[in-house]
T-cell receptor, first 113, second 116 residues
Framework: SQQGEEDPQALSIQEGENATMNCSYK?????LQWYRQNSGRGLVHLIL?????REKHSGRLRVTLDTSKKSSSLLITASRAADTASYFC?????????????FGKGTRLSVIA | GAVVSQHPSWVICKSGTSVKIECRSL??????MFWYRQFPKQSLMLMAT?????????EQGVEKDKFLINHASLTLSTLTVTSAHPEDSSFYIC????????????FGPGTRLTVT
């Protein structure tokens, strides 16, 4: 079943601007991950944040997690046209690679040069 | 390391025929593999969980007799779409959990199935 909800569903920004995407989930989790998917392609793992972490950085990406609100945000700073893609959050309730991920509906980001 | 491949990357078949999709973990052993389906402009939906040497566990609403899953070895799982229909046209993605490694799954590049 799908438990994540991304907000907004679609986002269009100018190159150089920051893009913020939000994700909400329903159940308790062990970790939350963000993925990128270019049109018609596979998933690219961006970042994983554990349930006991509040913020994590990776290059131009910043992820926050608020377990009390069951929400996470992904911030992409200084966006580039190459960042155009769909972004999904995914959660799992287990603590191993043997637990399926539950994906949110995704945000389609368009970065205009 | 931790590469997952899928074959074929795309396939077109006629309605009523069967199609087999392979998912391989190339450099690690995967005790568990997952099959997801993604319709255009939608998210990934889990279809089934495949454990090596045992029967797959299907999600509610997924017909096990239509989507046959075999996980005969620690590096290979196959999904066979039997008697395919146009509504089965979708993007099928597998992922593999790495034995002994927590928290990470590795996704294949996906297979685009078009049923005419």
């Amino acid at each position: 079943s799908q438990q994540g909800e991304e907000d907004p569903q679609a986002l269009s920004i100018q190159e150089g601007e920051n893009a913020t995407m939000n994700c909400s989930y329903k159940t308790s989790i062990n970790n939350l991950q963000w993925y990128r998917q270019n049109s018609g392609r596979g998933l690219v793992h961006l970042i994983l944040i554990r349930s006991n972490e509040r913020e994590k950085h990776s290059g131009r990406l910043r992820v926050t997690l608020d377990t009390s609100k069951k929400s996470s945000s992904l911030l992409i700073t200084a966006s580039r046209a190459a960042d155009t893609a769909s972004y999904f959050c995914a959660t799992d309730e287990g603590n191993s690679g043997n637990t399926p991920l539950v994906f949110g509906k995704g945000t389609r980001l368009s970065v205009i040069a | 390391g931790a590469v997952v491949s899928q074959h074929p990357s795309w396939v077109i078949c006629k309605s009523g025929t069967s199609v087999k999709i392979e998912c391989r973990s190339l450099d690690f052993q995967a005790t568990t593999m997952f099959w997801y389906r993604q319709f255009p402009k939608q998210s990934l939906m889990l279809m089934a969980t495949s454990n090596e040497g045992s029967k797959a566990t299907y999600e509610q609403g997924v017909e096990k007799d239509k989507f046959l899953i075999n996980h005969a070895s620690l590096t290979l799982s196959t999904l066979t779409v039997t008697s395919a229909h146009p509504e089965d046209s979708s993007f099928y993605i597998c992922s593999a959990g790495r034995a002994g490694k927590a928290r990470e799954q590795y996704f294949g590049p996906g297979t685009r199935l078009t049923v005419t």
